[in-house]
């Protein structure tokens, strides 16, 4: 079974300051797909950033970017910039047949 | 584009009846849909894996019988909650996939706070 883990329960940054979210997962698929999940406290589930794992290429969106490492099992985020309304719960997720979720890294930016 | 909706949103209920718990689709079909189960600071939890036609499978753990979960059209699937007690009290929320779709995404309902007393 795959597993994923985020070993930060809680992550603060100062606004305009970038922040890095650490996730691994362990699975023995060669293709699979890799998520950011942001959940404000309204607890909708947000998609923040989708990496397919055949691609090498890191995931961009704006500003969120993520870093890949296959080999590692390694898939940390990167906000730069932050703003206050990134705080909120971030969530790794990987995907092959069903979406498995870490247990969260909750998000504080400072003013 | 791909919205996914749950209702309600909120329910309280008496300890022993049954809730249902309704995940629509909106504006695509989705022959898997998800049920995840979320306890407060904590993350989402698969409960079962949903299939349009076909039997649910259930993740170790999950009572089969006090979950009951029916996926009859591509666009509705529904748990019901039999025989709440309070400990079933938790946020619900669904997810689904595009049937036929390209990329491998889920897309998330808002989710069902429900409360048993």
């Known amino acids: 079974a795959q597993t994923v883990t985020q070993s930060q329960p809680e992550m603060s940054v100062q606004e305009a300051e970038t922040v890095t979210l650490s996730c691994t997962y362990d699975?023995?698929?060669?293709?699979?797909?890799l998520f950011w999940y942001k959940q404000p406290p309204s607890r909708q589930m947000i998609l923040v950033i989708r990496?397919?794992?055949?691609?090498?290429q890191n995931a961009t969106e704006n500003r969120f970017s993520v870093n890949f490492q296959k080999a590692a099992k390694s898939f940390s985020l990167k906000i730069s910039d932050s703003q206050l309304g990134d705080t909120a719960m971030y969530f790794c997720?990987?995907?092959?047949?069903?979406?498995?979720f870490g247990a969260g890294t909750r998000l504080t930016v400072k003013p | 584009g791909a919205v996914v909706s749950q209702h309600p949103s909120r329910v309280i209920c008496k300890s022993g009846t049954s809730v249902k718990i309704e995940c629509r689709s909106l504006?695509?079909?989705?022959?898997?849909m998800f049920w995840y189960r979320q306890f407060p600071k904590q993350s989402l939890m698969l409960m079962a894996t949903?299939?349009?036609?076909?039997?649910?499978?259930?993740e170790q753990g999950v009572e089969k019988d006090k979950f009951l979960i029916n996926h009859a059209s591509l666009t509705l699937s529904t748990l019901t909650v039999t025989s709440a007690h309070p400990e079933d009290s938790s946020f619900y929320i669904c997810?689904?996939?595009?049937?036929?779709?390209?990329?491998?995404?889920?897309?998330f309902g808002p989710g069902t706070r429900l409360l048993v007393l």
């Open positions: 990496q397919e794992a055949y691609k090498q």
């Open positions: 997720a990987f995907m092959k047949h069903d979406m498995r």
């Open positions: 699975t023995s698929e060669n293709n699979y797909y």
């Open positions: 949903s299939n349009e036609g076909s039997k649910a499978t259930y």
């Open positions: 997810s689904a996939k595009i049937a036929g779709g390209r990329q491998e995404t889920q897309y």
């Open positions: 504006d695509f079909q989705a022959t898997t």
